[in-house]
């Protein structure tokens, strides 16, 4: 049974035990940057105070502040610079595309891609990094900045429950754009049908790996465009474009098959081109099996 948030988004509970003790750790960073970010504070005449948190089993005695201690009767440590958290942002495409209705009993690939993109931001959450949020449609619709805490991830499911956005067709224009807002050094997981032409999207790749970010591309396509399951006269309505084309599916399933796929791979190529990880998703997939296999496979190769 899904588990139901405060904010009304769903969230597997299986999902979230498999994920459960995965670190999400950058492929790219330079060794040593994040070392023992959660259990100790570096101190010295090169380090900078940036805020106080609560103190956690693990947190180093000497790193309490005992003038916030008497203020307060409770246990507060100080966080330098050197002990900033990693940080993380979902870009989640919002566009029509994602809204296109699915098969009876699955979610739309907008529902699957808020519940992934929720499941990360868990993830995130436990390891006390922090999670932003970035939803793309028409334009860039909202930016929630990264930051810690259950109070954040909260927001960030209440947003997830019902992300704003319309239109498309320039996603990776967007994406693109949206360099300019991540910053470096950290996490980027893109969320999006990639069904536009992947070339905008390639660029906002490449800047985003020489800005040190390491990138996760997540397609999330609908079973019936993966499978084309049709077999009567049907009517295909373009989603963003409201263009029709009226046709017999049987005459229409092998070249827009062999299209799809050739489509799907030049994103695969763009994404092993810019050092970029990648999964494809539908809607038909056991997600639970899917992601965790991924999240394992990955945090293996960065032992390797």
Same mark, same amino acid.
């Given at each position: 049974?899904?588990?139901?948030?405060?904010?009304?988004?769903?969230?597997?509970?299986?999902?979230?035990?498999?994920?459960?003790?995965?670190?999400?750790?950058? %492929?790219?960073?330079?060794?040593?940057?994040?070392?023992?970010?959660?259990?100790?504070?570096?101190?010295?005449?090169?380090?900078? #105070?940036?805020?106080?948190?609560?103190?956690?089993?693990?947190?180093?005695? +000497?790193?309490?502040?005992?003038?916030?201690?008497?203020?307060?009767?409770? @246990?507060?440590?100080?966080?330098?610079?050197?002990?900033?958290?990693?940080?993380?942002? *979902?870009?989640?495409?919002?566009?029509?595309?994602?809204?296109?209705?699915?098969?009876?009993?699955?979610?739309?690939?907008?529902?699957?891609?808020? !519940?992934?993109?929720?499941?990360?931001?868990?993830?995130?959450?436990?390891?006390?990094?922090?999670?932003? *949020?970035?939803?793309?449609?028409?334009?860039?619709?909202?930016?929630?900045?990264?930051?810690?805490?259950?109070?954040?991830?909260?927001?960030?499911?209440?947003?997830?429950?019902?992300?704003?956005?319309?239109?498309?067709?320039?996603?990776?224009? =967007?994406?693109?754009?949206? !360099?300019?807002?991540?910053?470096?050094?950290?996490?980027? #997981?893109? =969320?999006?049908?990639?069904?536009?032409?992947?070339?905008?999207?390639?660029?906002? *790749?490449?800047?985003? +790996?020489? %800005?040190?970010?390491?990138?996760?591309?997540?397609?999330? =396509?609908?079973?019936?465009?993966?499978?084309?399951?049709?077999?009567?006269? !049907?009517? #295909?309505?373009?989603?963003?474009?409201?263009?029709?084309?009226?046709?017999?599916?049987?005459?229409? +399933?092998?070249?827009?098959?062999?299209?799809?796929?050739?489509?799907?791979?030049?994103?695969?190529?763009?994404?092993?081109?810019?050092?970029?990880?990648?999964?494809?998703?539908?809607?038909?997939?056991?997600?639970?099996?899917?992601?965790?296999?991924? @999240?394992?496979? +990955?945090?293996?190769?960065?032992?390797?």
């Amino acid at each position: 049974m899904p588990l139901q948030t405060a904010n009304s988004i769903n969230l597997d509970p299986a999902l979230l035990q498999r994920l459960k003790g995965i670190e999400l750790k950058s %492929r790219f960073l330079v060794r040593g940057l994040y070392h023992n970010r959660h259990r100790t504070s570096d101190f010295g005449a090169s380090t900078e #105070f940036v805020e106080h948190r609560e103190y956690r089993r693990g947190d180093e005695f +000497r790193s309490i502040d005992w003038r916030v201690f008497a203020r307060t009767d409770r @246990f507060y440590v100080k966080v330098h610079e050197m002990e900033s958290n990693m940080r993380v942002n *979902l870009l989640l495409d919002t566009s029509d595309s994602m809204r296109v209705p699915p098969p009876a009993g699955l979610p739309s690939k907008l529902e699957l891609a808020c !519940t992934v993109a929720g499941s990360i931001a868990m993830m995130v959450e436990t390891q006390q990094d922090g999670v932003g *949020l970035m939803c793309l449609g028409t334009g860039i619709e909202e930016h929630i900045p990264p930051r810690q805490g259950k109070n954040h991830l909260a927001l960030l499911y209440q947003h997830l429950s019902n992300p704003p956005g319309s239109g498309g067709g320039s996603f990776g224009d =967007l994406a693109l754009e949206s !360099t300019k807002r991540l910053g470096s050094r950290g996490m980027v #997981f893109i =969320l999006t049908d990639a069904l536009d032409e992947p070339e905008q999207l390639f660029s906002a *790749l490449k800047i985003m +790996r020489v %800005r040190q970010q390491d990138v996760t591309v997540l397609q999330i =396509l609908d079973r019936n465009e993966v499978e084309f399951p049709f077999d009567q006269m !049907t009517e #295909f309505r373009h989603p963003e474009s409201s263009r029709k084309v009226v046709g017999d599916p049987a005459a229409l +399933r092998v070249k827009y098959l062999e299209r799809l796929h050739l489509h799907i791979d030049k994103v695969e190529e763009y994404c092993q081109k810019a050092q970029a990880d990648y999964l494809l998703i539908n809607n038909g997939d056991d997600l639970n099996k899917l992601l965790s296999l991924h @999240f394992i496979r +990955r945090l293996a190769r960065g032992k390797g």
